[in-house]
């Protein structure tokens, strides 16, 4: 799926961030939550910022 490996930390960060914003409504997730997650993800996985828009592109 992806040829990088991730930052371990900023892996489990991603998780607890997910995990805190489902934890705090589950039946309203705040987008700016989710986006701070996002953010870490590609950090993490050392993918650029347009990498989401590059994939729905292709789809």
Request: charged residues 25%.
């Amino acid at each position: 799926m992806l040829d990088s490996v991730p930052d371990p930390t900023l892996a489990a960060e991603i998780c607890c961030q997910l995990i805190n914003a489902y934890l705090s409504d589950p039946e309203h997730v705040d987008r700016d939550d989710v986006q701070k997650a996002l953010d870490t993800a590609l950090k993490a996985f050392d993918l650029p910022p347009t990498c989401i828009e590059e994939a729905n592109q292709r789809t």
